[in-house]
């Protein structure tokens, strides 16, 4: 189930909602069954088949936590049984969403023609691995302690508003809530509002940047152009934040409509001034996850200088590999780990004594780029799109249809650009503190956009449900 | 009493990878297809079923009547009656390896619902088809089919994948 869908909007969540709020906040417990059963309904719907792999991770995890936990009381180290839960952990979504991948490569290695059938990627599987995983090494290094009740582990791992795109939240930042909660008409305000600003993100520019885009990419070569190229990149790279950040608005807003409180996933990172800057705003749950469980038991930046690097590759592989089973996205990594490893050890000090606007231009030009190979279906398709972005073999540098699409969507660019960075929610706040009804106004009117496109649009879910 | 906790703890584990495994057989056994090129499903379907009797529609066509963006797909395969009251059509949808089809599932069936609502009061034989429907998911394919008789097509799909 998508949340800009209408059946989530106004059938799902209103009667999630009745009932949980009719359940007096004395019962938690009660609160917390009808959220279980909610978040299972809602895993279940389109793919019920995979609802058992979501319970069994359920059980599985909860059941692991405890023996990591009881084997270490016993004067054990735990560490077997961290091993087996990871490698089943990693099994379970290695099958469903490397498996493919693994046999294409082997295929075109050996040349041999083996058939297989690439199973459909059960809807947020990377997602709750990741944190299942980030509470077995939690677990297992102490830092909390297992879950007694399983279905507050369930709660946990399977809870709606973050389940299938994330934010990926660690158990011990919602342990407490678990227990314990507040649910206030401010913070049910607050969220649905965040709900709504998510929405708007999704249905009205995202979905606008997007139709800009494919209609960029389905051009023949023949009408394809320098600067046509880059309208359709620049266009991806705001259909993805807007995509993404009002997905995770979205997830925010409905937990804290509940009394949860997710942290951050997004910092306007289309503002940084360098690559490094980009990754502390962008997807911060994902980098996060793999800075504590992967960069920092490497040894993180404490070790010689070639050690760091390979960290750093290992890292941003890892992280490529995380968003695809496909090597655009492995390339997509790696990229970023060079630039990463270019900015730390040689040209950071430099940038960072550059114009601002330059340091802008810097990280945007390169973030571009790298949405390129994000967003192509192969290698090959990325290498040729930025060849015609960077005038090897474009046809032209600027063509009539180039002008066409700059007259007719310069504005919306703009005005994308614009509400990508801080200043529109600094407006925002200022307008809610002299106005209340005004913002009211302004909520509800996209609310009814939203609601009206949805209703005349196609199914259009989100670009990270496929990870 | 150490070695029956360890024992029993070693059960349970055998337990649960065996269950996982069996799943995860079963799952890839239902879901089991082979690749084959568009082409050759149209032509099964051609050579063994009525559907050329059908017309068949473009991607624009695909939006307009199934909500579908064949953008978003590796290929499809859609044919709709020439008759305006007619309601056979016949889908076949490709999803990239590993791509989810309930949207797409979703839109079939979404599809059916509404063909139903609008014949319902004056066509019985068409809300009777409708109601026969077939909407499956196989591998990396979804199929569709409002007919006489659907099972022919599905048959015709089934054996060339």
Redesign the interface.
């Known amino acids: 189930m998508l949340f800009s869908s209408i059946i989530f909007l106004f059938y799902f969540l209103p009667i999630v909602l009745v009932v949980y709020f009719a359940i007096p906040r004395r019962y938690l417990r009660a609160r917390n069954m009808v959220l279980l059963i909610a978040s299972l309904f809602f895993y279940s ?3 019920p ?1 995979y609802l ?2 979501m319970v ?1 991770s359920i ?2 995890n909860y ?1 692991m936590a405890i ?1 990591i936990f ?1 084997e270490q009381r ?1 004067g054990g180290t735990g560490r077997k049984n961290l091993l ?1 839960t990871l490698i ?1 952990n990693l099994f ?1 979504l290695g ?3 490397y498996f ?2 693994l046999m ?1 490569t082997f295929n075109s290695l050996t040349g041999l023609h083996i ?1 297989y ?5 059960p ?1 947020g599987i990377s997602f709750y691995t990741f944190q299942a995983l980030s509470y077995i090494f939690d677990v297992y290094k102490k830092t909390v302690r297992p879950q007694q009740n399983p279905l507050k582990f369930g709660l946990y791992l399977s809870l709606f508003p973050q389940l299938i795109a994330g934010p990926i939240v660690k158990y011990r930042d919602v342990a407490e809530q678990l227990v314990y909660r507040e649910t206030t008409k401010e913070k049910f305000g607050q969220g649905a509002i965040r709900f709504m600003f998510g929405l708007g993100k999704k249905v009205l520019p995202a979905n606008y940047f997007g139709a800009l885009n ?1 209609g960029v990419v ?1 051009l023949p070569d023949s009408k394809s152009a320098v600067v046509t190229a880059w309208i359709g990149a620049v266009a991806y790279t705001l259909q993805i934040y807007f995509d993404f950040s009002g997905y995770s608005d979205m997830a925010i807003g409905l937990g804290k409509m509940f009394g949860f409180d997710f942290l951050e996933n997004f910092n306007y990172p289309y503002i940084a001034r360098s690559v490094t800057d980009f990754w502390r705003r962008w997807h911060m749950s994902l980098s996060g996850w793999f800075r504590e469980y992967v960069y920092i038991p490497l040894g993180g930046n404490r070790v010689t200088v070639p050690r760091h690097i390979l960290n750093l590759m290992i890292v941003w592989g890892l992280t490529g590999l995380w968003h695809g ?1 496909a090597w655009n996205f492995v390339f997509w990594g790696l990229y970023y780990g060079v630039l990463l490893v270019i900015e730390k050890y040689l040209i950071g000090k430099y940038i960072a004594k550059a114009p601002v606007w330059v340091q802008h231009v810097y990280a945007m030009v390169i973030v571009i780029i790298g949405w390129v190979f994000f967003s192509s ?1 192969t290698l090959g398709k990325a290498m040729d799109t930025l060849s015609i972005m960077f005038g090897v073999g474009a046809p032209a540098f600027i063509n009539m249809h180039t002008i066409y699409l700059l007259r007719t969507n310069i504005l919306l660019l703009i005005a994308g650009v614009l509400v990508s960075g801080p200043r529109p929610m600094e407006k925002f706040r200022k307008l809610e503190e002299r106005s209340p009804i005004l913002c009211l106004v302004c909520i509800f009117a996209i609310l009814v956009l939203s609601t009206a496109c949805l209703i005349y ?5 989100f670009l990270y ?2 990870f | 009493m ?1 070695t029956i ?1 360890k024992n029993s ?1 070693l059960i ?2 055998i337990i ?2 065996a ?2 495994i069996i ?2 057989l079963v ?2 056994g239902q ?5 084959v090129p568009m082409s050759t499903i149209e032509k099964a379907l051609t050579s063994s079923t009525d559907i050329q009797q059908m017309h068949k529609c473009s991607s624009r066509e695909l ?1 307009e009547f199934m ?3 064949a ?1 978003q797909y590796k290929g499809f395969i859609y044919y709709k009656s020439k008759n305006a009251l007619g309601v056979e059509e016949v889908l076949v949808l490709k ?13 079939a069936e979404s599809r059916i619902d509404s063909q139903i609502t609008t014949f319902e009061n004056y066509g019985p034989e068409q809300v009777a088809m409708l109601k026969n429907a077939i909407v499956v ?1 196989k ?2 394919y979804l199929f569709y089919c409002t007919a006489k008789n659907p099972d022919k097509y599905e048959e015709a799909f089934n054996h060339v994948i």
């Open positions: 719907w389109g793919e088949v058992f792999l069994y059980f599985f059941f023996q009881n016993r087996f089943i379970i099958f469903f969403k493919g991948f294409d058939h059938t690439a199973l459909s990627l809807i494919t389905g089973a279906a649009s196609s199914y259009n879910p449900f496929r | 150490k906790v703890s349970l584990k649960l990878t269950v996982l799943f995860l799952v890839y879901a089991n297809a082979k690749d939006m909500s579908i963006d953008s999803a990239a390896r590993g791509q989810s089809l309930s949207g797409a599932e979703d839109a998911k591998g990396q």
